[in-house]
């Protein structure tokens, strides 16, 4: 009795061996039921996504084909906006071109203008000189003029020598200018051609008239007051003329 008490506690008590559970199918179809799962799933997958434009109302053919037309406009509006930028920058060079051509032209006008004016005024005063038979003995001057030119300090003078009486030869000489001007409380003289700063002499050299020009620059701080021209002999420097022109 005492086997058989011992032997029923250890097939139902608590010492009693632990019970496994076992899958009656084998490994190999359980795999292969997987492996069906997983195709099975794949198929409804790619059906999804072929026929999703059924379901959504989304054709892919004709979104690329929209994709591709698009594609080419862009590259047409790109170069047709190329063009157009190239063809803008080449009407602005050739305004600038225009601007400044008409600018010089501007210029040559004014200056062809002035040249013409003094020209007149000359060819009146000599006009005038050989119509009265009164042209004075020796060096003359006329017509002399000082005016700013451009940048602050600059000056150019002009003037028409004219040579009376006998004329037996050419007058040979050069020309000095002494301007006076203001700085500060002092009026200053200045001496053009200035031989020391490497200046060239102005020569002339005439029988009957010549028509002389020149300019000089002043410092930035004198105020000019008057023009005094020297025509000086060569050889010798001999004043033979001097003239003054006292400016306001």
Excluded: C
């Amino acid at each position: 009795m005492r086997g058989l008490a011992r032997r029923l506690r250890s097939n139902f008590g608590i010492r009693s061996a632990r019970m496994s559970i076992r899958s009656q199918m084998a490994w190999q179809w359980r795999w292969l039921l997987n492996i069906l799962v997983m195709a099975l799933v794949a198929t409804v997958v790619w059906w999804l996504v072929e026929n999703s434009h059924r379901i959504t109302g989304f054709n892919s053919d004709e979104a690329r084909q929209r994709l591709a037309s698009l594609t080419d406009e862009n590259r047409v509006l790109k170069r047709d906006l190329e063009a157009a930028k190239t063809a803008v920058t080449e009407r602005d060079r050739q305004l600038q071109i225009d601007q400044a051509s008409q600018s010089e032209l501007a210029r040559n006008v004014s200056q062809l203008q002035e040249e013409n004016a003094a020209l007149k005024e000359d060819l009146g005063f000599l006009r005038n000189v050989m119509s009265s038979g009164a042209t004075p003995e020796g060096i003359g001057v006329s017509n002399l003029k000082v005016e700013p030119e451009g940048r602050a300090g600059q000056y150019r003078y002009r003037m028409l020598l004219t040579q009376g009486g006998q004329r037996k030869q050419d007058f040979k000489g050069r020309v000095q200018v002494v301007a006076k001007a203001l700085q500060g409380t002092n009026v200053n003289s200045f001496t053009f051609p200035n031989a020391a700063e490497g200046e060239n002499e102005l020569v002339v050299d005439f029988r009957f008239y010549q028509k002389v020009e020149g300019q000089f620059r002043l410092p930035d701080d004198a105020l000019l007051k008057s023009v005094e021209v020297r025509i000086l002999a060569m050889p010798g420097g001999q004043v033979k003329l001097s003239r003054t022109l006292n400016l306001p």
